[in-house]
């Protein structure tokens, strides 16, 4: 989903283009300045605030979206890093013919 900020830059960056073009379209009809100004924003800020709620609305349209934030993430299971086995060291030591319990003097 995208900021109410985002969307307000889009429709005013919308309006702009669509602006000059009325003003084009109301000079070529009425050949006067004064009335193609109040036509162009009249007709901009009607829009503007049209199109603001229009795509707030789609917004919460769920068909035909493919978010990110409704598919389901992979579950990352964390085993741990590998401990050495407090063993290890005890096998080998087996392994080689060495002893590695302490040595004790037999009792006198």
């Not at 283009?17 to 009809?29: C, E, G, K, Q, S």
């Not at 007709?43 to 035909?64: N, Q």
């Amino acid at each position: 989903m995208e900021t109410h900020w985002r969307t307000w830059v889009r429709a005013i960056s919308w309006r702009l283009v669509a602006f000059i073009l009325t003003l084009v379209i109301a000079f070529i009809v009425t050949d006067d300045i004064k009335e193609t100004l109040e036509i162009g924003l009249l007709d901009s800020v009607l829009k503007l605030v049209a199109h603001y709620i229009h795509d707030r609305l789609w917004f919460k349209v769920k068909w035909g979206r493919h978010d990110s934030h409704s598919a389901v993430a992979p579950v990352i299971v964390d085993e741990g890093v590998p401990k050495e086995d407090p063993d290890a060291e005890t096998k080998e030591a087996t392994d080689e013919g060495l002893s590695t319990t302490p040595s004790q003097d037999p009792p006198s």
